[in-house]
């Protein structure tokens, strides 16, 4: 593979993101150049922080194992979290019962569910509840609204537990929105929280078809908890299309990507 410098390093972070690292050894072999040029490419994107250096080779950068607040949340990749939510609406149908799960991506729905008839939203996230009240109460939201109960979780503004996951047992949804913090070929989808992980099974296990949502920026980590296989989706809806890497396999399993336009 005959590839100038920057090419060579937009492979390299292609490969961070599809597979979560990547060997020295491996890009010596692919990219046809010697080692001492792929470490020098490694420490130029270290330098870059745009991967994080290891023995023999580099990992995707993951700058925290523990979960941003959901004030931070809301100010990462925004504008791409608007795009997936305006496009996971459009799957969304008059009289449908959606499960929306807890996250500032599946958060954006809400705002093109207006022109919905007769919907249901089933919600463990506050911030939803408060802006689909909001909505309500200004004619503009006619579906009915429920917050499923159990142990709140201040500082991401959402309910979980025990309480909330029997809840759940109570519905069955036509679709269920889910938010991901890792998504891996091989990995599956993954939550930096057991018990928002679960709520998130839960959601899968009571719903017609299961959505995740989840922009580039998640592609190649894996979290603490994993919620599921690919396999197990129905969708997933994100601002960029599908790697090609991840393309067969998305097909024999039968997960439809949409990507969300500009």
Not at 61 to 68: A, G, H, K, Q
Request: charged share 30%; aromatic share 6%.
């Amino acid at each position: 593979m005959s590839l100038v410098g920057e090419e060579r390093k937009d492979y390299i972070l292609n490969q961070l993101n599809l597979e979560g690292k990547v060997t020295t050894n491996d890009l010596v072999e692919r990219l046809n150049v010697s080692s001492e040029t792929i470490r020098r490419y490694l420490e130029e994107l270290e330098e870059e922080k745009k991967l994080k250096r290891v023995y023999g080779g580099a990992v995707k950068i993951n700058l925290s194992r523990d979960e941003p607040s959901h004030l931070k949340r809301e100010v990462l990749h925004a504008d791409e979290k608007r795009r997936i939510g305006r496009a996971a609406a459009t799957i969304v149908e008059d009289n449908d019962v959606l499960f929306i799960d807890d996250g500032t991506t599946t958060l954006h729905i809400i705002d093109y569910l207006l022109n919905k008839k007769n919907i249901t939203v089933l919600t463990i996230s506050i911030p939803a509840l408060i802006l689909l009240i909001d909505y309500k109460n200004k004619g503009l939201f006619s579906g009915d609204i429920y917050l499923l109960g159990g142990q709140v979780n201040a500082m991401h503004s959402r309910v979980s537990g025990t309480l909330a996951e029997k809840m759940v047992e109570n519905f069955h949804a036509d679709k269920a929105f889910l938010s991901v913090d890792g998504m891996m070929l091989g990995k599956g989808i993954t939550g930096f929280e057991v018990g928002k992980g679960q709520m998130t099974q839960q959601f899968m296990k009571y719903a017609k078809q299961s959505i995740a949502l989840c922009d580039h920026s998640k592609f190649g980590l894996v979290q603490f908890y994993k919620i599921a296989d690919l396999g197990e989706l129905d969708m997933i809806v994100s601002d960029v299309p599908a790697p090609k890497e991840w393309e067969s396999e998305l097909e024999k399993k039968g997960v439809v990507w949409v990507s969300a336009s500009e």
